[in-house]
């Protein structure tokens, strides 16, 4: 059974699982999904077709699956997803999807939204990935499990970050980061590959000492395009899953292209 704080609203036909606890000046829209066990502390909004799963916590001023900051959107149902034991910090807004972006924003689970974070309509945001204070994800950004992304730093719409990337603090991010890539600057630039976070990961030497030779292949004195040294990397060897990870990253579709060395 939910516990709900007097000065809280929940319309009717909100759905709240067991255990949730909901304190005081919360509003929750009628098309909300809350899993079991999640905690709104204080002052948090959630409205549209929102579904939280379980063991969440938001706190104070959050403000969840309002509609899009997109002139675009005509008001049809889209919808936020939040995966199970996700925790949203204070003044993080986080809107729905949008007709030309799938329907869709969603957020995966054991991830940590910082302060002031933003996640704009049609984000897919991966799980264990860590947004630092006030971030700002624009629409469309695609993020891989395990990626860090410092504290002011913006990403423009439809770029994608890697999983187990690292973006550094007070970042501009217009171009793809690759799997275990580590990019800073007010420009950002790649700097080379997120070391310590692939040390913490516990990945086998064998395989690290794979994508370190695959990103001097890549990234190495000018040649051929990317496409292709990344092309003729995959028919040359067999690779390790971060390997291969790396080399179909750059092998897809991309808006802005790749994100490279100064």
Known sequence: MAKLHPSSIVEPGATL????????????????VIGDNCRLISH?????????ASHCTLYPFSSIGHIPQDLKYAGEPSELVIGERTVIREQVT??????????????????????????????QIGDRVILANNVTLAGHVHVGEGAVIGGLSAVLQFVRIGKGAMIGGMSGVEQDVIPFGLVKGDRAALVGLNLIGLKRSSMPSQELGQLRSIYDSLF????????????????????????????????EPSQHGICRPD
């Open 220 to 251: 190495g004195p000018i040649g051929e395009p990317l496409s292709e040294r990344a092309a003729r990397l995959r028919e040359l060897a067999e690779y390790g899953p971060a390997g291969k990870a790396l080399i179909e990253f750059v092998l």
């Open 94 to 123: 986080i809107n729905t999807g949008t007709l030309g972006g799938g329907m869709i924003t969603s957020v995966g689970a054991d991830c940590l939204l910082m302060v002031g974070v933003h996640v704009a309509h049609d984000c």
């Open 44 to 52: 948090v909004s959630i409205m549209g077709r929102t579904r939280i």
């Open 17 to 32: 699982g067991d255990g949730v606890e909901i304190g005081p000046f919360c509003h929750v829209g009628s098309d909300v």
